[in-house]
């Protein structure tokens, strides 16, 4: 699936880090409010469940997310 239109601070979408185990974390931007397709930012995110992160997840890993 391919996004075709902006989401905003707040979104909660599904990450997928260890095969087969997604959590949901939401999104909240730290310098705008709104995010284009094709644009980098910086965010935080916060996860509702760390365990499904892996060992390698850190603070300045890039990652992917539909």
């Not at 979104?11 to 095969?19: C, D, G, H, K, S």
């Not at 980098?40 to 890993?61: H, M, P, R, S, W």
């Amino acid at each position: 699936m391919v996004r075709k239109c902006p989401f905003y601070t707040g979104y909660r979408p599904l990450f997928n880090f260890i095969n087969n185990l997604k959590t949901s974390g939401q999104i909240n931007w730290i310098h705008q409010d709104q995010f284009n397709l094709g644009e980098d930012g910086a965010v935080e995110i916060t996860f509702l469940n760390q365990n499904y992160l892996g060992e390698d997840f850190d603070v300045g890993k890039t990652f992917f997310f539909g």
